[in-house]
């Protein structure tokens, strides 16, 4: 999976300036691919080097039309970026769709970029690349004009804007509420262990009665006896099984008490009362070893919580900030399991430990659409029904536009592997915005050489 990482700093270049850095780089060991292009094809026509074929933009609303906004470079498997980020500001739904915002106030910043499927120690080279530009320009632009620049870079993170709208529509309407992503290592460790289907099966069924004797859990389970142990041993390790003693009646089997060790038989508050239809003592009688629900298996049971842990876990580990992730989204009854804040786009969890039918599309969709998010995806323990994917593909012709469909996630063996993808595909969309600029002043496709680069790695 690539990632993008972007510094900013307040500097103002002219285009004539620009082109004195960038062909400060080439001369030292950082080529600039837009620039050795132009370059090429002047001496084709065997004109003066030095001549500038400045870019003319296309669809890009732009004062000066005549303008280089920047530069790609490849060093070491990794793709970098300068560019100028000017008053003009636009923004991109998705590859191929535009939109433009309002002219902003008058500013203009430079933004240098790292683009790269390498993770490990990717700041310190973006910030090496930083030293480079800032040497290039100190050394190729007039001192009158680089005496008072501070090289202050900045990250330039993506933030939550959509979450933080919604965070503030709460404080102003009561209707609407969400929890934060708020997990710990206890309970992320036990919804891995309740993942797994046959000890949900079990723990389920314990909950359900409230208290079961052992013994019962093998009548049940006489086929499968032999695995029962190792299941209730990973369930108390986890601390999601209490084991209680149940005292019952020899001559009717009738229950008296449940106890919660059997050393309390040998007190006399409760080893020494009378058992009222057979008279004999308390510690005389029958004791039966049981199970019933830890409280935080309950509360990892109440409406699947589980899955709500276990999905944050992977998206935490596949470097999604905790920030960026909402819990339970209700307003007007209608509620989202997690909403995601992913490069600006909002994505929208639905989670059935369950199959998920054609009834649950239709709210789905509908919440898709009030928020508008980017992206829907369904996790389920089950599968996706046919009717409810049919569903989909109806709404999406009745729409009349190339709406994607939901993501398909069913059986949690499933979802890094395929979240990881879709990641991919976030990050690439991402990439496009941040080289958008590029792209159509030049005419290249470049996000195109970008996912083709980095899909072979």
Not at 220 to 244: A, F
Not at 277 to 305: A, D, H, P, V
């Amino acid at each position: 999976m690539i990632e993008i990482h972007s510094l900013v700093s307040d500097i103002k270049l002219e285009t004539s300036d620009l082109i004195k850095v960038l062909k400060y780089l080439n001369d030292n060991e950082w080529t600039p691919a837009l620039y050795n292009t132009q370059k090429h094809l002047i001496s084709l026509f065997e004109i003066d080097e030095n001549y500038n074929l400045a870019f003319r933009a296309r669809r890009i609303r732009m004062k000066d039309m005549n303008f280089y906004p920047g530069d790609l470079f490849y060093k070491g498997n990794d793709i970098y970026y300068l560019t100028i980020l000017s008053s003009e500001r636009y923004n991109m739904d998705r590859i191929g769709t535009y939109y433009f915002y309002e002219d902003e106030p008058e500013k203009e910043e430079l933004e240098i970029g790292l683009i790269t499927s390498d993770n490990v120690h990717n700041q310190e080279r973006l910030l090496s690349f930083a030293d480079k530009v800032k040497e290039a320009i100190m050394a190729s632009i007039d001192g009158r004009k680089t005496r008072n620049m501070k090289f202050d870079w900045i990250q330039n993170r993506v933030g939550t804007p959509n979450l933080d709208k919604i965070k503030m529509d709460t404080e102003n309407k009561n209707n609407i509420k969400y929890s934060s992503a708020d997990t710990n290592d206890v309970e992320i460790d036990a919804s891995k262990i309740i993942s797994d289907k046959n000890i949900r099966t079990l723990l389920l069924e314990i909950n359900q009665a409230g208290f079961v004797r052992q013994r019962d859990l093998i009548m049940r389970r006489q086929k499968s006896s032999n695995e029962l142990p190792k299941l209730l041993n990973e369930l108390q390790s986890q601390k999601l099984l209490n084991t209680e003693y149940l005292l019952e009646c020899k001559k009717t089997s009738s229950p008296l008490t449940r106890l919660t060790s059997k050393e309390k038989l040998e007190t006399s508050e409760i080893g020494e009362l009378i058992c009222p239809s057979c008279s004999s003592k308390f510690k005389n009688e029958n004791i039966s070893e049981g199970y019933s629900c830890s409280e935080i298996s309950k509360k990892l049971l109440k409406q699947s919580f589980w899955m709500t842990v276990y999905v944050t876990q992977v998206l935490l580990e596949l470097g999604i900030n905790k920030d960026a992730i909402l819990w339970n989204l209700s307003e007007s009854g209608e509620e989202v399991d997690i909403l995601v804040e992913i490069f600006g786009r909002l994505w929208i969890f639905e989670l059935k430990d369950r199959e998920f039918g054609s009834g649950d599309a239709y709210p789905l969709n509908y919440r898709k659409v009030r928020y508008r998010a980017e992206k829907s995806i369904i996790v389920t323990t089950e599968v996706v029904a046919k009717d409810a994917k049919k569903v989909f593909e109806e709404l999406r012709k009745e729409a009349g536009i190339d709406r994607d469909l939901p993501v398909y996630i069913e059986g949690l063996e499933n979802t890094k592997s395929k979240l990881i993808n879709e990641l991919s595909f976030a990050s690439l969309s991402y990439a496009n915005r941040k080289l958008f600029k590029l792209s159509e002043i030049s005419g290249y496709d470049l996000i195109s050489l970008v996912a083709k680069k980095y899909s072979t790695n």
